[in-house]
């Protein structure tokens, strides 16, 4: 399995992470949102919505979930 973060922001004690896990034997990847509370430099909360990546033909948009290009390109 592979993970490829491609964003963090972070106020307060409030974290975002945008990344995509790829390798995991589903057939799509997976484009990762996970949002975590820290507290007293631990971690305290963590939530996380999950869902599979597009082809371009999926696509309505024409733009790929992650990045600047759809994984088979």
């Known amino acids: 399995m592979k993970y490829e973060n491609h964003l ?18 589903a057939p799509a990847n997976w484009i990762v949102l996970d949002i975590v509370r820290l507290q007293d430099g631990r971690l305290a909360e963590h939530w996380d919505v999950i869902d599979d990546g597009v082809t ?18």
């Open 56 to 73: 371009r033909a999926a696509s309505v948009s024409g733009l790929p979930m992650f990045g600047d290009c759809f994984p088979d390109e």
């Open 8 to 25: 963090i922001m972070a106020e307060g004690d409030m974290l975002m992470l945008h990344g995509r896990f790829s390798g995991h034997g």
